[in-house]
Protein backbone atom coordinates (compact mmCIF):
# COMPACT_ATOMS: atom_id res chain seq x y z
CA UNK A 1 0.00 0.00 0.00
CA UNK A 2 0.91 3.86 -0.56
CA UNK A 3 1.69 4.95 3.23
CA UNK A 4 1.33 9.12 3.71
CA UNK A 5 3.07 10.73 6.25
CA UNK A 6 1.83 14.32 7.08
CA UNK A 7 3.34 17.00 9.15
CA UNK A 8 3.36 20.97 9.32
CA UNK A 9 0.25 21.19 11.39
CA UNK A 10 -0.11 23.23 14.70
CA UNK A 11 -1.59 26.67 16.48
CA UNK A 12 -1.54 30.08 14.02
CA UNK A 13 -3.30 33.08 15.12
CA UNK A 14 -6.39 34.27 12.46
CA UNK A 15 -4.63 35.95 9.80
CA UNK A 16 -1.69 33.45 9.95
CA UNK A 17 -0.28 30.86 7.64
CA UNK A 18 0.43 27.19 7.69
CA UNK A 19 2.21 25.03 5.27
CA UNK A 20 1.20 21.34 5.67
CA UNK A 21 3.09 18.40 4.04
CA UNK A 22 2.49 14.59 2.95
CA UNK A 23 4.97 12.69 1.55
CA UNK A 24 3.89 9.18 0.12
CA UNK A 25 6.53 5.93 0.12
CA UNK A 26 5.80 2.13 -0.41
CA UNK A 27 6.37 -0.22 -3.06
CA UNK A 28 6.09 1.05 -6.38
CA UNK A 29 2.91 3.08 -7.57
CA UNK A 30 1.19 5.44 -9.95
CA UNK A 31 -0.47 8.64 -8.37
CA UNK A 32 -3.35 9.66 -9.85
CA UNK A 33 -4.71 12.49 -8.01
CA UNK A 34 -3.92 13.90 -4.40
CA UNK A 35 -6.27 15.83 -2.14
CA UNK A 36 -6.27 17.26 0.89
CA UNK A 37 -9.21 16.92 3.11
CA UNK A 38 -10.52 18.29 6.53
CA UNK A 39 -12.96 17.60 9.66
CA UNK A 40 -13.93 20.25 12.12
CA UNK A 41 -15.66 19.28 15.05
CA UNK A 42 -18.79 18.46 15.11
CA UNK A 43 -19.16 17.61 11.50
CA UNK A 44 -18.50 15.51 8.66
CA UNK A 45 -15.19 15.65 6.60
CA UNK A 46 -14.80 17.67 3.43
CA UNK A 47 -12.80 18.38 0.47
CA UNK A 48 -10.50 21.13 0.82
CA UNK A 49 -8.40 20.65 -2.78
CA UNK A 50 -7.07 18.33 -4.94
CA UNK A 51 -4.37 17.83 -8.03
CA UNK A 52 -4.03 15.61 -9.99
CA UNK A 53 -0.88 13.72 -11.91
CA UNK A 54 -1.95 16.11 -14.32
CA UNK A 55 -1.73 19.17 -12.28
CA UNK A 56 -5.53 19.84 -12.52
CA UNK A 57 -6.90 21.82 -9.70
CA UNK A 58 -9.60 21.78 -7.62
CA UNK A 59 -10.53 23.77 -4.88
CA UNK A 60 -13.62 24.26 -1.94
CA UNK A 61 -15.59 27.29 -2.39
CA UNK A 62 -14.27 28.32 0.91
CA UNK A 63 -10.97 28.19 0.73
CA UNK A 64 -10.43 29.77 -3.18
CA UNK A 65 -8.01 32.55 -2.67
CA UNK A 66 -6.38 31.57 0.46
CA UNK A 67 -5.21 28.12 0.22
CA UNK A 68 -2.55 26.38 -2.48
CA UNK A 69 -2.34 22.90 -3.36
CA UNK A 70 1.10 21.54 -5.22
CA UNK A 71 3.19 18.66 -5.64
CA UNK A 72 6.49 17.62 -5.77
CA UNK A 73 6.37 14.64 -8.13
CA UNK A 74 10.61 13.83 -7.81
CA UNK A 75 10.02 13.68 -3.80
CA UNK A 76 6.14 12.01 -3.66
CA UNK A 77 5.14 14.93 -1.89
CA UNK A 78 2.30 17.16 -2.09
CA UNK A 79 1.73 20.11 -0.07
CA UNK A 80 -1.15 22.41 1.45
CA UNK A 81 0.06 26.30 1.79
CA UNK A 82 -2.54 28.39 3.96
CA UNK A 83 -2.52 31.57 4.11
CA UNK A 84 -5.38 34.00 5.95
CA UNK A 85 -6.24 31.31 8.12
CA UNK A 86 -9.53 32.25 9.99
CA UNK A 87 -10.57 30.49 13.19
CA UNK A 88 -13.16 28.20 10.77
CA UNK A 89 -10.32 26.36 9.51
CA UNK A 90 -9.48 25.00 12.63
CA UNK A 91 -9.80 20.91 11.81
CA UNK A 92 -8.13 17.63 11.30
CA UNK A 93 -6.96 18.13 8.32
CA UNK A 94 -5.64 14.26 6.15
CA UNK A 95 -3.87 14.08 3.09
CA UNK A 96 -5.02 11.17 0.59
CA UNK A 97 -3.81 9.70 -2.48
CA UNK A 98 -5.57 7.75 -5.50
CA UNK A 99 -3.40 5.40 -6.81
CA UNK A 100 -3.42 2.40 -8.97
CA UNK A 101 -3.64 0.10 -6.32
CA UNK A 102 -6.92 2.76 -4.68
CA UNK A 103 -7.41 5.15 -2.36
CA UNK A 104 -4.77 5.73 0.93
CA UNK A 105 -5.46 8.34 3.44
CA UNK A 106 -3.24 9.40 6.10
CA UNK A 107 -3.35 9.62 9.38
CA UNK A 108 -4.03 13.69 9.81
CA UNK A 109 -2.82 17.04 11.39
CA UNK A 110 -4.54 18.96 13.70
CA UNK A 111 -4.64 22.62 12.30
CA UNK A 112 -5.98 24.90 15.05
CA UNK A 113 -6.69 28.92 14.10
CA UNK A 114 -6.64 30.78 17.39
CA UNK A 115 -6.10 34.43 18.82
Known amino acids: QVQLVESGGGLVQPGGSLRLSCAAS????????WGWYRQAPGKQRELVAT???????NYADFVKGRFTISRDIRKNTVYLQMNSLKPEDTAVYYC?????????WGQGTQVTVSS
Open 51 to 57: ITIGGDL
Open 26 to 33: GRSFVIYA
Open 96 to 104: NVNSHIGVN
